[in-house]
Nanobody, 115 residues
Framework: QVQVVESGGGLVQDGGFLRLSCAASGYIGGISAVGWYRQAPDKQRELVARISGNGSIDYADSVKGRFTISRANAWKTVYLQMNSLNPDDTAVYYC?????????WGQGTQVTVSS
């Protein structure tokens, strides 16, 4: 199993920034990709950014140029640097780990951007 814990959410003003962290433990040797997803009230969960083991990175069109995903210590920590935040970015942000033994989600961290 993989334990996934997100942190770094909070309240920020329009135009501000936050850095989210995803800490993974357990069977991290089996991780093939880590993604950040978000879910706003009354909306479906959507992919924000994903980084794969081969180094490929994908971003949602709505965050390109503003958000940056990166990892440290192999898969132990994956960051999401979020700049130029706007109220449309308000959501619960979830970290997802894809592994050879299954998929694992964290509990989420709330990001609220005030106008």
């Amino acid at each position: 199993q993989v334990q996934v814990v997100e942190s770094g959410g909070g309240l920020v003003q329009d135009g501000g920034f936050l850095r989210l962290s995803c800490a993974a433990s357990g069977y991290i040797g089996g991780i093939s990709a880590v993604g950040w997803y978000r879910q706003a009230p009354d909306k479906q969960r959507e992919l924000v950014a994903r980084i794969s083991g081969n180094g490929s990175i994908d971003y949602a069109d709505s965050v390109k140029g503003r958000f940056t995903i990166s990892r440290a210590n192999a898969w132990k920590t994956v960051y999401l640097q979020m700049n130029s935040l706007n109220p449309d970015d308000t959501a619960v942000y979830y970290c997802h780990c894809a592994t050879t033994r299954g998929n694992y989600w964290g509990q989420g961290t709330q990001v609220t951007v005030s106008s």
